[in-house]
């Protein structure tokens, strides 16, 4: 069974889907098959990893409302990616979802459609509290939060916090968080080591080691359709996701192994 992730943040603007991409991107360089699934209407994940969105033929509103298998595209020119894209049509979803008995499971019925070849499952989310955040979240085994290093993340944090906890209450027990990543870093300013040092009184087990620093080529990346390792495989984001993948990898495998001592 693949390992389904969760990137969410009910925060805009802290690098969530940039993560997600990279994140996907990474585990396959790696060499992890991996679905990026995007259930965002904005479809930035589509389009940043080079999918024209308003130009497919299926997309995860027709895995979210209908009964057919989840149709997933192989993108050759990415080592070990499929993408399950999105377009604006997504944001139709969120109405006809409401008329649906257990509205919060239509992603996990679809990806349990899937043929079972993939290792992790990658999902970007909204970054708001809607049924399509809830559908994620519900879906996944591990939720990744990014966190811009400013002061009103910590804030968005807190209501992270209190979401991933009703989610496990109400939905999902097994839903785990995976890790906080510190997104858009610029240890230059006070502000940024101050909320460092936050993130790390308040989540000494749940804050991961590895930074994403501020980059002017991770922001570039998107605009020519590709991740960051493949777009620049020699820069310091590239260099940083594929170190953040390999923690989160660690992360996954432990977790593994635990159970099965259990």
């Known amino acids: 069974m693949p390992q389904i992730i969760t990137v969410s943040n009910q925060k805009g603007g802290v690098g969530k889907t940039t993560t997600a991409v990279n994140l996907?991107?990474?585990?396959?360089?790696?060499?992890?098959?991996?679905?990026?699934?995007?259930?965002?209407?904005?479809?930035?994940?589509?389009?940043?990893?080079?999918?024209?969105?308003?130009?497919?033929?299926?997309?995860?509103?027709?895995?979210?409302?209908?009964?057919?298998?989840?149709?997933?595209?192989?993108?050759?020119?990415?080592?070990?990616?499929?993408?399950?894209?999105?377009?604006?049509?997504?944001?139709?979803?969120?109405?006809?979802?409401?008329?649906?008995?257990?509205?919060?499971?239509?992603?996990?019925?679809?990806?349990?459609?899937?043929?079972?070849?993939?290792?992790?499952?990658?999902?970007?989310?909204?970054?708001?509290?809607?049924?399509?955040?809830?559908?994620?979240?519900?879906?996944?085994?591990?939720?990744?939060?990014?966190?811009?290093?400013?002061?009103?993340?910590?804030?968005?944090?807190?209501?992270?916090?209190?979401?991933?906890?009703?989610?496990?209450?109400?939905?999902q027990a097994d839903l785990k968080l995976l890790g906080i990543v510190t997104t858009m870093f610029d240890g230059r300013t006070n502000l940024a080591q101050q909320v460092l040092e936050e993130l790390r009184r308040a989540f000494p087990e749940k804050l991961l080691k590895t930074m994403i620093n501020r980059s002017v080529r991770l922001s570039e990346a998107p605009s020519f359709g590709k991740p960051i390792v493949y777009y620049d495989p020699r820069s310091t984001g590239s260099e940083q996701y594929l170190e953040l993948t390999r923690e989160i990898i660690h992360v996954c495998d432990e977790e593994t192994r635990a159970r099965a001592r259990a």
């Open 24 to 171: 996907a991107a990474a585990l396959g360089a790696l060499g992890h098959f991996t679905l990026l699934v995007d259930m965002d209407p904005q479809a930035n994940a589509t389009s940043a990893i080079g999918v024209d969105p308003n130009n497919l033929e299926a997309s995860t509103y027709e895995a979210l409302v209908t009964d057919d298998p989840p149709k997933a595209h192989v993108l050759q020119e990415f080592k070990n990616i499929a993408l399950l894209p999105a377009s604006i049509d997504l944001a139709g979803a969120e109405i006809e979802l409401l008329e649906q008995e257990e509205r919060e499971f239509a992603l996990k019925r679809s990806l349990a459609r899937l043929d079972d070849i993939y290792d992790y499952i990658v999902i970007d989310c909204p970054p708001s509290l809607s049924v399509l955040t809830i559908n994620s979240l519900v879906a996944a085994d591990w939720v990744l939060v990014p966190v811009q290093a400013e002061y009103l993340a910590l804030e968005g944090l807190s209501r992270m916090m209190l979401m991933i906890q009703r989610i496990q209450k109400r939905y």
